[in-house]
T-cell receptor, first 114, second 115 residues
Framework: AQSVSQHNHHVILSEAASLELGCNYS??????LFWYVQYPGQHLQLLLK??????LVKGIKGFEAEFIKSKFSFNLRKPSVQWSDTAEYFC????????????FGSGTQLTVLP | EADIYQTPRYLVIGTGKKITLECSQT?????MYWYQQDPGMELHLIHY???????EKGDLSSESTVSRIRTEHFPLTLESARPSHTSQYLC??????????????FGPGTRLTVL
């Protein structure tokens, strides 16, 4: 069965620190990759996505992620976090373009201290 | 403004009651989904629909049922709520594309507590 692993359950950083959240998946075929974010009290919303092409994708609010196929990874990065980035971040994987299957990781809670 | 709505946002109810969680979207999306999420855990797909009169069960077994009589509406029903149904339920939708899965748009969720 396909699984998605997010290694860090809770990350605490100070403002201006750099961020990297890990995401690994366990499927060897074609994948579409997503990072979603949920700010306190708000809907889950898309941060960025990778379907094909340049493996380095840029999303909203200065976030980016790099797809490394050989490592089955899609890590999320931001060079300098802000207090407003405090949220829960979910990695999700779609297998073979299936309209049915979007598998989520367990999420990483990011707390940014002012 | 196009959006996806869920009501109620919070529900506390006694064991044995019948409940319906509402989900509506104004984006004209064909595909809709219900996920269940426990605190600190991943989202698990419990139901999905490709369009009107099309519903299927997801990976996580659920005693809930769904219906899709109209494109914009995808309610979830529990005939007899139990404490084990306590969880957050998220509704999502996405447009039909030729390349498969596109971005899913999520509602705010319903946090259900069964006493």
């Amino acid at each position: 069965a396909q699984s998605v692993s997010q290694h860090n359950h809770h990350v605490i950083l100070s403002e201006a620190a750099s961020l990297e959240l890990g995401c690994n998946y366990s499927y060897g075929g074609t994948v579409n990759l997503f990072w979603y974010v949920q700010y306190p009290g708000q809907h889950l919303q898309l941060l960025l996505k990778y379907f094909s092409g340049d493996p380095l994708v840029k999303g909203i609010k200065g976030f980016e992620a790099e797809f490394i196929k050989s490592k089955f990874s899609f890590n999320l990065r931001k060079p300098s976090v802000q207090w407003s980035d405090t949220a829960e971040y979910f990695c999700a994987v779609n297998r073979d373009g299936s309209a049915r299957q979007l598998t989520f990781g367990s999420g990483t809670q990011l707390t940014v201290l002012p | 403004e196009a959006d996806i709505y869920q009501t109620p946002r919070y529900l506390v109810i006694g064991t044995g009651k019948k409940i319906t969680l509402e989900c509506s979207q104004t984006m004209g999306h064909d595909k809709m989904y219900w996920y269940q999420q426990d605190p600190g855990m991943e989202l698990h797909l419990i139901h999905y629909s490709y369009g009107v009169n099309s519903t299927e069960k997801g990976d996580l077994s659920s005693e809930s049922t769904v219906s899709r009589i109209r494109t914009e509406h995808f309610p979830l029903t529990l005939e007899s709520a139990r404490p084990s149904h306590t969880s957050q339920y998220l509704c999502a939708s996405t447009e039909r594309t030729g390349t498969g899965m596109n971005e899913q748009f999520f509602g705010p969720g319903t946090r259900l507590t069964v006493l």
